[in-house]
């Protein structure tokens, strides 16, 4: 059963960066897409990022991109998220999930999750 754990959540000032990263165990993540999601208090859950199986592609929501960049290395089982230039709305907690890709922007593609990493950005 595949498993993901997220890390590298914090506190940073506006503008500063972190690199999330979500390290998965029990199957190897080569077959998945994987993805970012975040949720802010009183929020649904909304599409961050995405990059498929190979890694050939990656997808992003308007509001990150080009200050955002995913990545994975499926030999190390892991993904990444670098996250640039944040700003106070980017505050939220950051959910890693895996699933096959098909509707790669859409949460419920999505059937493993790991348990989420809090990003406050504040000055």
């Known amino acids: 059963q595949l498993q993901l754990v997220e890390s590298g959540g914090g506190s940073v000032q506006p503008g500063g960066s972190l690199r999330l990263s979500c390290a998965a165990s029990?199957?190897?993540?080569?077959?998945?897409?994987m993805a970012w999601f975040r949720q802010a208090p009183g929020k649904e859950r909304e599409f961050v990022a995405a990059?498929?199986?190979?890694?050939?592609?990656?997808y992003y929501a308007d509001s990150v991109k080009g200050r955002f960049t995913i990545s994975r290395d499926n030999a190390e089982n892991t993904a990444w998220l670098q996250m640039n230039s944040l700003r106070s709305d980017d505050t939220s907690v950051y959910y890693c999930?895996?699933?096959?890709?098909?509707?790669?922007?859409?949460?419920?593609?999505?059937?493993?999750w790991g348990q989420g990493t809090q990003v406050t950005v504040s000055s």
């Open positions: 999930a895996a699933g096959a890709g098909v509707r790669i922007r859409n949460l419920a593609e999505y059937t493993t």
């Open positions: 029990g199957r190897r993540i080569s077959s998945y897409a």
């Open positions: 990059i498929t199986w190979s890694g050939g592609s990656t």
